[in-house]
């Protein structure tokens, strides 16, 4: 594992076995699993953080098995870990403390789908691409689309805040929660929020919990916000000399007024891994640009503009229209396999997920190439331009280069923050952010937000060593 352990009070082994016994004998053992290979599966995501191997995992598959599960960990003094997919990229589903891992990934009915109020209540290990497929044959449309989508879940995307392509147009995934049910550690059951468009009732306690990398509480149902299916979609690729006319043609298009659905970046190292793959990606292009419209009626105007902002003055090396479906499919399916297939080009990877506002994408580029430049480190960035979202990777195969790759990583923050940009777009900071946070938030605003999680969780049992470790924040 890459990144190192946190360091945070470990549970009792006594107080572990009498938990797990506890747990095991009120919930029934088909929902407590202690078996090796589970435990081991339930250490780790698609992180490179380090975990300490859970005593059990505990698979709920109702809400009262949820509450009773956080109301025995906390008499027991026990962490627990929510998970859901296990796709997370900061550590968020890595039980850090060991203790119990509590999995919402049977909980995964859709309870109801609704037309006329144009939502859809669902438990929290509904696979995201499943939702989509089940709202769309009504006709309506759920946009937050992380690249994860067949393997990742909403608990997870609700719990990190998840974007993905389409959050370009559409926003992520918090501006499709309505509401929530969720326990808290010891056993309590929220409701939040509402069932209506509208509503100022309290505190916004849904949006608190959304993004909230599963330390304040766990998800048993979440009421999210549909839209219409839109029924026209054309799909357009930019190919580039380098990186910088293609986040010039960023510009231009948002710049001029357009709003496509997507608009996703990638640079030359990621291009040649993509070949790799097999792909036929033109051999001269260095960057590629995939921008995706949508609407109600003929999309021809708007296709129009978009090529001529895509040609940037004739300095595109080519613009090319996806013919049919099967073609915008298979181009997204190149896009969706970019984090493994990038994966190959070295023996360790790791990817960052800042953001800058769009204005400052040519500038961040810029930096990028100087910081790879400046610590000898190999890079590739990939992401969601349209949002300024790149996914900046760095790449080593020498154990000795991986000082070398914590200062590119501590100057890319840096830099971040400096063009007023923040640390994570939609991965959420979990372990492996922690130490950066302070370069982006005042140490008033951390205790603040310290104060909440222990209203929430007084003992610190739930999901210990993330966002905020225990050993406090190391100075950057
Ligand atoms: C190839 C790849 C592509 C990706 N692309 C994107 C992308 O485009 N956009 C994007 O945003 N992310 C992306 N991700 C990251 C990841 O898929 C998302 O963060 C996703 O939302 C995690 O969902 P999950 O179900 O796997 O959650 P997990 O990894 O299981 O958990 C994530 C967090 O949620 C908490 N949690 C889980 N279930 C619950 C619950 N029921 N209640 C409360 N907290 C809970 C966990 O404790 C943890 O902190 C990608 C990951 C991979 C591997």
Request: charged residues 25%; proline residues 5%.
């Amino acid at each position: 594992m890459l990144l190192a352990c946190p360091d945070v009070p470990l549970p009792k082994e006594d107080a572990v076995a009498r938990c797990v016994a506890e747990l095991d004998r009120r919930l029934g053992p088909s929902k407590v699993d202690t078996r090796e290979a589970t435990r081991l599966s339930c250490a780790s995501d698609e992180s490179d953080a380090a975990g300490r191997t859970p005593a059990a995992v505990v698979h709920a598959e109702r809400t009262e098995d949820v509450a009773l599960a956080l109301e025995i960990a906390e008499r027991h003094d026990v962490p627990v870990t929510p998970r859901a997919g296990g796709t997370g990229r900061t550590g968020g589903a890595v039980p850090a403390a060991g203790g119990v891992v509590l999995s919402t990934a049977t909980l995964s009915r859709v309870l109801e789908i609704s037309r006329g109020d144009l939502l859809c209540v669902v438990e929290p290990g509904v696979v995201t691409a499943d939702l989509h497929e089940a709202v769309e044959r009504e006709g309506l449309f759920y946009p937050p689309d992380p690249n994860s989508l067949k393997t990742c879940m909403i608990g997870g995307n609700v719990a990190e805040n998840a974007g993905g392509p389409r959050a370009f147009k559409y926003g992520v995934t918090g501006a499709y929660v309505l509401g929530l049910e969720a326990c808290l550690m010891g056993g309590r059951v929220l409701s939040t929020g509402r069932r209506t468009v509208k509503g100022v009732t309290g505190y916004d306690v849904t949006s608190l919990l959304v993004g909230s990398e599963g330390t304040l509480a766990v998800f048993t149902k979440a009421t999210l916000r549909l839209v219409r299916k839109p029924p026209e979609i054309a799909t357009v690729l930019g190919l580039y000399h380098d990186v910088a006319a293609c986040a010039e043609a960023v510009q231009r298009i948002i710049g001029g007024g357009l709003v496509p659905r997507c608009l996703e970046l990638m640079d030359g190292r990621t291009l040649e891994a993509l070949r790799a793959q097999g792909a036929a990606v033109d051999p001269r292009a260095g960057a590629m640009l995939l921008a995706e419209i949508d609407g109600d009626g003929p999309l021809d105007d708007h296709l129009a503009r978009l090529g001529e902002a895509l040609e940037l003055g004739g300095r595109a090396l080519d613009v090319v229209a996806a013919q049919d479906a099967s073609q915008r499919a298979r181009l997204w399916e190149a896009r969706r396999q970019l984090s493994p297939a990038t994966r190959k080009l070295a023996k360790h990877k790791l990817s960052e997920d800042i953001v800058v506002p769009r204005t400052k994408l040519v500038e961040l580029l810029a930096e990028v190439d100087r910081i790879g430049a400046e610590t000898g480190v190999a890079y590739l960035t990939y992401g969601h331009a349209g949002d300024g979202n790149l996914h900046v990777n760095f790449l080593w195969n020498d154990d000795a280069e991986r000082e070398s790759v914590d200062r590119a990583i501590g100057l890319l923050m840096r830099a971040t923050v400096a063009l007023g940009g923040t640390l994570s777009g939609e991965h959420g900071i979990g372990i492996a952010k922690a130490e950066y946070l302070p370069l982006e938030q005042s140490s008033e605003l951390i205790a603040l937000q310290q104060d909440l999680k222990r209203v929430f969780d007084p003992r610190g049992l739930l999901n210990p060593g993330k966002i905020f470790p225990a050993g406090g924040h190391r100075s950057c």
